[in-house]
């Protein structure tokens, strides 16, 4: 392998009774790739598996970026945003100082396939009013065999309409089997995941279940995505801040965490709750001690 390049392996996560997902970001060997700090790739799970489903839960100082391949999800805020995401759509919800949101996976007889990530927001857009954006009209990129949706920051003169607040790219490449190449910027570090079936990715050969980490300093990336298969490709400017990350707030100190745990724990501070009407809040696990901010 190019001594530059770093095969990390995911790990399988319980999210839920019966539920598992691959956890590809954060690991012990990377935690980010620029912004980018969280990343779940979950499914493909039979349709009427259940449990999948997530009630009312917490977020601060993050996006969350849910993308699918198969099923689909509804999404419901405290801001009052009501939203179905199908394959091809971006949900990008933004948390800023606090928001709440619920995901219920809908009858679907293909089941339910995707990914869901985390964009950690900087010191300067950590406090924004929460909102939510979906975004089901993003740029396709057809060109010399590369075949690729453009879900967030620019590529080959196209920019998605997703707002983000540090420098990003995220692009799910289809399968055509030739080799292609994709300009890459030479600042951004990059990471690719497969999603379904194999790649060739500089050379290497890559399998769901592991990332591949790029580290800044290349102009483009020569790859052969298999007939069928999927990639999802990560870019981002190396993210200079450190962080907190506990349950599902991302913080910088453990004071601000605690102040999130106590405020979820009274319904407070995470928007208007009552447009879950008296479904129960999922608990925050209790706060073990002092987390280290990396
Ligand atoms: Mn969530």
Not at 53 to 67: E, I, R
Not at 114 to 127: E, N
Not at 196 to 205: L, M, N, Q, T
Request: charged residues 20%; proline residues 9%.
């Amino acid at each position: 392998m190019s001594a530059d390049l770093e095969r990390i392996p995911g790990r399988s996560e319980q999210i839920g009774p019966g539920s598992h997902v691959t956890r590809l970001l954060p690991t012990r060997l990377r935690r980010r790739i620029g912004a980018w700090c969280f990343l779940d790739h979950f499914g493909p799970v039979p349709a009427g598996a259940g449990g999948m489903s997530v009630g009312p839960h917490p977020h601060v100082g993050l996006q969350t970026a849910s993308w699918l391949f198969e099923g689909q999800i509804h999404h419901l805020d405290s801001v009052g945003f009501s939203q179905v995401i199908r394959p091809g759509q971006l949900n990008l919800m933004t948390a800023g100082r606090g928001i709440a949101h619920s995901e219920d996976v809908g009858e679907s007889p293909r089941g339910l396939h995707g990914v869901q990530l985390w964009i950690a927001l900087p010191d300067t857009a950590r406090h924004v009013e929460p909102t939510f954006a979906h975004h089901h009209d993003l740029p396709q990129i057809t060109q010399g065999g590369l075949r690729a949706t453009l879900v967030v920051g620019e590529l080959l003169g196209e920019r998605s309409p997703a707002q983000v607040f540090t420098p990003l790219l995220m692009i799910e490449l289809l399968g055509s089997g030739d080799l292609t190449e994709v300009p890459l910027r030479l600042h951004f570090e990059h990471g690719l995941v497969v999603v379904k079936g194999h790649a060739e990715i500089a050379g290497e050969p890559l399998a769901p279940g592991e990332l591949l980490y790029l580290p800044p300093g290349r102009d483009r990336l020569a790859l052969r995505v298999g007939p069928d298969a999927r990639v999802i490709l990560l870019g981002g400017e190396p993210f200079p801040e450190t962080l907190l990350m506990g349950w599902n707030w991302v913080v910088r100190t453990n004071d601000e965490l605690r102040a999130a745990h106590e405020a979820w724990a009274r319904g407070e501070g995470h928007g208007d709750l009552s447009v879950f009407g008296d479904r129960p809040r999922v608990p925050a696990p209790p706060l073990r001690g002092p987390l280290k901010a990396r």
